[in-house]
């Protein structure tokens, strides 16, 4: 599809890639890789502009000059915190890159970013779509949250890992923040309604039986419990989250208040005062039809590169339910394993980051010959 028309430069794609990786970037802490990226972008005569979030956080816009530009790329440039801080930097070894955020979503970012530079560069500026560089997706999303209430296109495409393969529909997310308190006294006088850490056991064993038998199409993660410091003493608090990923076509309402019946089975009447169910997140999923103008726009540039047609679902949390609340259709497409995001040994294919930057490329061309945008 790209016959006769700029490529991408796959030193310059592998370098501003490594670089990426190189700077440590998790939530809240991204204004050395914004400042990194504006500078490279501003040397490239890319134009970009920072759009704030906060003070010292910014989102990087490369924003199109059509008014009736159709299309936002958007990808995320924090990571989750290093497991491992003297080891979190860009590896290659022979095909395969490691390091932190190389899967999720640096890759990503890195393809779209080498998309907009050459073609930016080839055609003065004059873009089909614009790239939304964003903070904050591995915590509250504000980064998004922040674009979404600025700006607005009818189409995203998101670059989560999806191994190049488009994901029209999403999964729901839920985070609930669970307290159980108890009464502290001397470790040899405990009796089991003291025990907050107790409490919370009961209450998950409840909640996890009933999600296992009743909803066991729901994925769940308990994660994050901590008690108060007790010593050799009973702990009078203990919290915990638990991450649930719901399917697009259960009602995430529904859910939510049949969880709370669980939690509330669980609370007896000297502690259901002060222990805590908080549904600190709720983010609604989505499914959208493979078809129509852009699904087809997609599906002709898939194909024509031999990449596999075959519409999935994403089944983590990413920014493309802020942008679908504030209605943006988001597909997400980008490099990567969603299996190997979030781990020690993170790793993506160089290869197919170069695939998915051409990938990108060939979407800008295909929207500038629509000329819709």
Not at 119 to 135: E, I, K
Not at 180 to 198: M, P
Request: charged share 20%; glycine share 8%.
């Amino acid at each position: 599809m790209s016959s006769g028309k700029v490529k991408i430069n796959n030193a310059r794609l592998q370098k501003i890639f490594r670089d990426m990786v190189d700077i440590y970037s998790p939530s809240g802490k991204e204004g050395a890789i914004v400042g990194f990226l504006d500078g490279f972008l501003k040397g490239a005569d890319v134009p970009a502009v920072r759009q704030q979030v906060e003070d010292g956080r910014d989102n990087l816009l490369i924003l199109s000059p059509r008014e009736n530009a159709q299309v936002v790329f958007v990808g995320h440039l924090d990571t989750v915190a290093a497991p491992d801080y003297m080891n979190y930097r860009f590896e290659l070894d022979d095909d395969e890159v490691y390091g932190l955020g190389t899967a999720d979503m640096k890759g990503g970012c890195a393809a779209m970013i080498e998309a907009f530079t050459a073609y930016c560069r080839a055609h003065d500026g004059d873009l089909p779509a614009s790239l939304a560089l964003v903070v904050g997706e591995e915590e509250t999303g504000d980064g998004a949250q922040t674009f979404v209430d600025e700006y607005h296109y009818p189409w995203a495409i998101v670059g989560e890992p999806t191994s190049l393969m488009p994901c029209f529909s999403h999964f729901g997310y839920l985070e609930l923040e669970l307290t159980t308190y108890g009464r502290r006294v001397h470790a040899s006088l405990a009796q089991k309604e003291h025990n907050a850490i107790r409490s919370m056991l009961t209450m998950l064993l409840s909640l996890t039986e009933y999600l296992d038998g009743s909803r066991h199409e729901v994925i769940y993660n308990i994660r994050d419990m901590q008690s108060s410091q007790a010593g050799f003493a009973v702990p009078d608090r203990c919290d915990v989250y638990v991450d649930l990923h719901v399917p697009p076509q259960f009602g995430i309402g529904d859910l939510s208040f049949e969880i709370e019946e669980v939690i509330a089975g669980q609370l007896d009447d000297s502690t259901q005062l002060h222990d805590s169910l908080v549904f600190s997140t709720i983010h609604a999923g989505y499914d959208l039809p493979s078809r129509g103008y852009f699904p087809e726009l997609l599906k002709d540039v898939l194909t024509a590169r031999s990449l596999k047609w075959e519409p999935s679902s994403f089944q983590s949390d990413s920014d493309a339910t802020i942008l679908w609340g504030a209605g943006i259709k988001p597909v997400i497409l980008g490099p990567g394993q969603l299996a190997k995001a979030h781990t020690s040994d993170e790793s993506v294919r160089m290869t197919e980051v170069s695939q998915s930057a051409q990938m990108y490329l060939d979407i800008l061309y295909a929207l500038d010959a629509d000329g819709s945008s």
